[in-house]
């Protein structure tokens, strides 16, 4: 009989059979690794003769997090096709736009979304759509794996071939997909392995979204590979995860979130009397930690080990171990394992120790490429090397610190925002002159955008006109907090916005609340 070599929840289900592999907490479902590597192959079944997925063809889901969309993921790894989680957050619009880039043939979705999908399904190319509550339950979801064999046709897999597409926010306007081989999974899960001590015994908690790369492999996929057992939150509740944490008998060791994540479950009452001494790993990523958030769980001995990734990473590129997090606060770590990284400057050679620039990677665990865009390839990697559009320095001790986005994304609430996307809707907008988006600091999200408004002559709108605009056309958490009025934006010679002369200026400004 073949092995497959690539299909780890195949793996661990011969060997391991009754060991629990998910847990849904909103379902309260539990699965063993064979009962989740059956159902697997049931639905890659259906898949195959039902829909006419072969290999190569994308699988779309439309889902908030549950043990559904790891499923679908395994599926797809024994057929050979091409996963494709997409934010939820995002508009009708948004999603026509990723869906017709990357057609997928079928859709698989959350209850709650089938009107998004019915407006979709009139607009893009999916032929097949299977409806799920994240649950169980009388769904078209679980009447396909009941009513499947478990014996589709399996696909020869090589770490070249692609796993996933996960969609970002493009600087251009337009969202990129990034696409995820066999092989970065794998590389990913070394990297970020042995840094956060992840084994068989690993009892993770998952509460980022899993269209997200930091839901999907921090630490989900890299549990699989370990053969350990992941938990999965519906969506972030901070009291539910200090009761998780807190309590013996789930034998949770694993969590990560973004800072966000850690400053609400500080504030919740729960938080002072919470016991974290079985945590063997508390990683935090997404966005730049604020050193007093890391001292407030320092003091209840619970070390925050940062890193750095992207989604088009895998997302793994520096990391922290226990003691380098309370060693070095504010720093995002070493190299990681089987990764390459140069900090240079503007002409692409390497800066001097100490100084700033930005932050090249290279190695397994890059992505091949965007797909559907040998443009933004051409634009994003040199010789192997990707350019990450962070600025980074490393002190003498090789610890790398990210001290600012080389571009001009900032992260809201552990969401990247780019601000040529949110300015090309509201270019549109009658009565805008010009206009810049920009960053700013925010006690709740660590960053939210700030809408720089020149008006046309005679134009008659405010700030609650501007952003009732942008409702059905952005993702909330893209949408402006913040509007503030000038007379002009501040310019080069060339005509290009000098935005952070615009940030200094909006600092010394009243912001103005939406």
């Given at each position: 009989?073949?092995?497959?070599?690539?299909?780890?929840?195949?793996?661990?289900?011969?060997?391991?059979?009754?060991?629990?592999?998910?847990?849904?907490?909103?379902?309260?479902?539990?699965?063993?690794y064979a009962e989740a590597d059956d159902r697997s192959l049931r639905l890659a079944a259906h898949l195959q003769r039902n829909c006419g997925i072969e290999k190569g063809d994308r699988v779309g889901v439309l889902a908030m997090n549950s043990t559904d969309i790891l499923e679908v993921q395994s599926a797809c790894a024994k057929i050979g096709a091409i996963f494709l989680p997409l934010n939820w957050r995002l508009t009708v619009s948004e999603l026509e736009f990723i869906i017709t880039d990357a057609a997928p043939k079928v859709m698989i979705h959350d209850a709650q979304f089938a009107g998004e999908i019915a407006e979709l399904?009139?607009?893009?190319?999916?032929?097949?759509?299977?409806?799920?509550?994240?649950?169980?339950g009388d769904t078209a979801y679980e009447a396909a794996i009941s009513g499947a064999s478990p014996d589709p046709v399996l696909a020869e897999i090589t770490h070249e071939d692609v796993w996933t597409i996960m969609y970002t926010s493009g600087t251009t306007g337009l969202p990129k997909?990034?696409?995820?081989?066999?092989?970065?999974?794998?590389?990913?899960?070394?990297?970020?392995?042995?840094?956060?001590?992840l084994s068989p015994d690993t009892v993770a908690l998952t509460i980022l979204p899993l269209f997200h790369t930091g839901g999907?492999?921090?630490?989900?996929?890299?549990?699989?590979?370990?053969?350990?057992?992941?938990?999965?939150?519906?969506?972030?509740?901070?009291?539910?995860?200090?009761?998780?944490?807190?309590?013996?008998?789930?034998?949770?060791?694993?969590?990560?979130?973004?800072?966000?994540?850690?400053?609400?479950?500080?504030?919740?009452?729960a938080f002072a009397t919470t016991d974290f001494s079985r945590l063997v790993c508390a990683g935090i990523g997404g966005a730049p930690t604020p050193v007093p958030l890391l001292e407030t769980y320092e003091k209840y001995g619970v070390a925050l080990q940062q890193g750095y990734g992207m989604t088009e990473t895998s997302p793994t590129v520096l990391a922290q171990d226990a003691a380098m997090a309370t060693g070095k606060p504010g720093s995002t770590g070493k190299v990681a394992l089987n990764t390459e990284v140069r900090v240079v400057g503007e002409n692409g050679e390497d800066v001097a120790q100490g100084e700033t620039g930005e932050l090249w990677?290279?190695?397994?665990?890059?992505?091949?490429?965007?797909?559907?865009?040998?443009?933004?390839?051409?634009?994003?990697?040199t010789d192997g090397w990707l350019h990450t559009g962070d600025a980074c320095r490393v002190d003498e001790d090789g610890h790398y610190y990210i001290v600012d986005r080389w571009k001009d994304m900032y992260i809201?609430?552990?969401?990247?925002?780019?601000?040529?996307?949110?300015?090309?809707?509201l270019f549109k907008m009658e009565g805008i002159a010009d206009l810049a988006i920009i960053g700013v600091p925010d006690d709740r999200w660590d960053e939210v955008g700030c809408a720089v408004v020149v008006k046309a002559p005679e134009a008659d709108f405010d700030k609650d006109d501007l952003i009732l605009y942008c409702q059905d056309k952005l993702a909330k958490y893209k949408i402006p907090k913040h509007v503030v009025f000038m007379d002009e934006l501040p310019r080069n010679?060339?005509?290009?916005?000098?935005?952070?002369?615009?940030?200094?200026?909006?600092?010394?400004?009243q912001l103005a609340a939406v």
């Amino acid at each position: 009989m073949a092995v497959k070599h690539y299909d780890w929840l195949a793996h661990h289900a011969e060997r391991v059979p009754e060991k629990t592999v998910w847990i849904d907490l909103h379902s309260n479902r539990s699965f063993s690794y064979a009962e989740a590597d059956d159902r697997s192959l049931r639905l890659a079944a259906h898949l195959q003769r039902n829909c006419g997925i072969e290999k190569g063809d994308r699988v779309g889901v439309l889902a908030m997090n549950s043990t559904d969309i790891l499923e679908v993921q395994s599926a797809c790894a024994k057929i050979g096709a091409i996963f494709l989680p997409l934010n939820w957050r995002l508009t009708v619009s948004e999603l026509e736009f990723i869906i017709t880039d990357a057609a997928p043939k079928v859709m698989i979705h959350d209850a709650q979304f089938a009107g998004e999908i019915a407006e979709l399904k009139d607009k893009t190319p999916f032929t097949h759509s299977l409806e799920t509550t994240g649950g169980g339950g009388d769904t078209a979801y679980e009447a396909a794996i009941s009513g499947a064999s478990p014996d589709p046709v399996l696909a020869e897999i090589t770490h070249e071939d692609v796993w996933t597409i996960m969609y970002t926010s493009g600087t251009t306007g337009l969202p990129k997909g990034a696409i995820n081989t066999y092989g970065m999974t794998f590389y990913n899960a070394i990297n970020l392995g042995f840094p956060m001590k992840l084994s068989p015994d690993t009892v993770a908690l998952t509460i980022l979204p899993l269209f997200h790369t930091g839901g999907l492999n921090c630490y989900s996929s890299v549990a699989l590979y370990v053969g350990g057992t992941t938990l999965v939150m519906r969506a972030f509740d901070p009291g539910e995860c200090l009761r998780l944490i807190d309590d013996a008998n789930t034998g949770l060791t694993h969590f990560f979130g973004v800072p966000a994540n850690y400053l609400f479950m500080s504030q919740h009452p729960a938080f002072a009397t919470t016991d974290f001494s079985r945590l063997v790993c508390a990683g935090i990523g997404g966005a730049p930690t604020p050193v007093p958030l890391l001292e407030t769980y320092e003091k209840y001995g619970v070390a925050l080990q940062q890193g750095y990734g992207m989604t088009e990473t895998s997302p793994t590129v520096l990391a922290q171990d226990a003691a380098m997090a309370t060693g070095k606060p504010g720093s995002t770590g070493k190299v990681a394992l089987n990764t390459e990284v140069r900090v240079v400057g503007e002409n692409g050679e390497d800066v001097a120790q100490g100084e700033t620039g930005e932050l090249w990677v290279k190695g397994p665990n890059i992505t091949p490429g965007y797909w559907n865009r040998p443009e933004a390839n051409a634009e994003a990697i040199t010789d192997g090397w990707l350019h990450t559009g962070d600025a980074c320095r490393v002190d003498e001790d090789g610890h790398y610190y990210i001290v600012d986005r080389w571009k001009d994304m900032y992260i809201s609430g552990g969401e990247n925002v780019y601000p040529a996307e949110v300015e090309s809707v509201l270019f549109k907008m009658e009565g805008i002159a010009d206009l810049a988006i920009i960053g700013v600091p925010d006690d709740r999200w660590d960053e939210v955008g700030c809408a720089v408004v020149v008006k046309a002559p005679e134009a008659d709108f405010d700030k609650d006109d501007l952003i009732l605009y942008c409702q059905d056309k952005l993702a909330k958490y893209k949408i402006p907090k913040h509007v503030v009025f000038m007379d002009e934006l501040p310019r080069n010679a060339t005509g290009k916005v000098l935005k952070r002369v615009l940030i200094d200026e909006v600092g010394d400004l009243q912001l103005a609340a939406v």
